[in-house]
């Protein structure tokens, strides 16, 4: 599920950044080989924000590129960027959204302040350096900040501690972290005893990753990681059940009402087991056969792991937290209200207003198409602009009739799959 805001401050607005005009920068005259993690709450309502800052956490690993550390897609409703205070020199950004943001669009946000825990993961630098926080603004996509804070590497309350210790496995690996996409599967709801399920899961579900497109021609792109977390108690959180377990990474069904929606929002914890090893994608398997699931743009990824179509929810959720993919879907019950601004275009590559074309998939629809373009059997397997998506039935157009960002069982349309392979090769190059 993935959603934009609607956000009210009072901080300057920016213009939305052309980042892909700056120029690339050398990794190694910046970062060493560590991360820097800023761990927050993300506070507010759905007309208010608030970061509440925590600490600063040394991580060992970098798991991203070292050759793309500017952000090109633009995705997302936060932009991260790192500066160095010295030159001015943006030196690191990156974009991805959150389980607030989602919240802001409920009741409940109308109503009362609420807090998510939230971390932004950049390399670790060599020197002083300021992290700034953008937002996306609802009514024209432009950015706004909302907070910065200077780092200095030698500072001595960033803490290094090793906050938890287990197993981490190698399941698929082909190259270097920074050659690689690094998916970390992580395990919630599994006892000590289970874990031997966990792993076997995390090898079917790679097999099932490297069967369908786009991923089984980039399997020599991915890296694949387990992380054998033990949970105190087998299962996970059914609130209407009244079903409470004690689990490492303490995931839930019901979320804003939804009870599909499978989400954590204890980022910090999930936080704690994915800087085991190098990552660029958090994938959390849940131990349960319940229907469900939740992806969220470079955040995380959740799906029921017993579940008979636990696959497919899968790949279509890793469209959301890998490629920033929006829900095609227009039927179906949403936890959320009308997230999108029908004045702009959406930031999602499969997702348009029409208000401008161009900037989506217009390069891969025929010339004999038109646009807006019908649904009927002659359209099937066409690239047009199909009316209802985004959980709109009007004013949201869809790049194909079905794909997997709409319902279970198709294959990831050529718009989805293009920009999975984009974001694929951007992060292993």
């Not at 790679?206 to 977390?229: R, Y």
């Not at 949403?334 to 401008?356: F, G, H, M, R, W």
Request: charge should be negative.
């Amino acid at each position: 599920m993935k959603a934009v805001f609607k956000i009210f401050f009072n901080s300057v607005l920016l213009a939305l950044l052309s980042i892909t005009s700056f120029s690339q920068v050398n990794y190694d005259d910046f970062f060493t080989s560590g991360t820097l993690r800023i761990d927050y709450y993300h506070t507010g309502t759905d007309k208010t924000q608030q970061i509440l800052f925590k600490e600063l956490r040394k991580e060992p690993y970098w798991g991203g590129s070292r050759t793309h550390l500017i952000d090109k897609f633009g995705y997302g409703n936060y932009m991260v960027k790192v500066v160095d205070t010295k030159s001015e020199k943006i030196i690191f950004s990156y974009n991805f959204c959150s389980l607030f943001e989602e919240w802001q669009f409920t009741e409940e946000a109308k109503l009362t302040n609420k807090g998510f825990p939230e971390s932004l993961i950049v390399p670790f630098p060599k020197n002083e350096v300021r992290i700034e926080l953008y937002s996306r603004v609802f009514e024209d996509n432009s950015f706004g900040k909302i907070y910065e804070l200077v780092v200095k590497p030698d500072d001595v309350f960033i803490n290094t501690e090793k906050t938890v210790n287990t197993e981490v496995r190698k399941i698929h690996y082909v190259a270097e972290p920074d050659k690689a996409l690094d998916l970390v599967f992580i395990g919630d709801g599994y006892t000590k005893p289970e874990l031997n399920e966990f792993y076997a899961e995390v090898n079917s579900t790679a097999e099932f990753l490297f069967s369908i497109a786009p991923f089984k021609d980039l399997k020599d792109k991915i890296n694949i990681w387990a992380v054998g977390a033990v949970s105190a108690e087998s299962g996970t959180d059914v609130p209407q059940n009244g079903i409470w377990k004690s689990t490492a990474m303490n995931c839930n069904f019901d979320t804003f009402g939804s009870d599909r929606y499978l989400t954590s929002s204890d980022f910090h914890s999930i936080r704690n087991y994915a800087g085991l090893v190098p990552c660029d994608q958090i994938c959390i398997l849940v131990n349960t056969d319940v229907y469900g699931g939740g992806g969220i743009y470079n955040f995380w990824n959740i799906t029921s792991s017993k579940n008979e179509y636990r696959n497919e929810v899968f790949a279509h959720e890793l469209g959301h937290s890998l490629g920033a993919l929006g829900d095609e879907y227009y039927d179906s019950e949403v936890s959320t209200e009308d997230i999108y601004n029908k004045k702009t275009e959406p930031y999602q590559a499969n997702l348009t207003t029409l208000v401008n074309f161009e900037i989506k998939w217009k390069d891969l629809v025929s010339e004999n198409t038109k646009i807006p373009t019908d649904v009927n059997a002659g359209n099937v397997n066409v690239v047009g602009a199909y009316e209802g998506g985004g959980y709109q039935t009007k004013g949201i157009y869809r790049p194909y009739i079905n794909c997997r960002m709409k319902a279970l069982g198709y294959e990831f349309c050529p718009v989805c799959q293009r920009t999975l392979t984009d974001v694929i090769k951007y992060l292993s190059e």
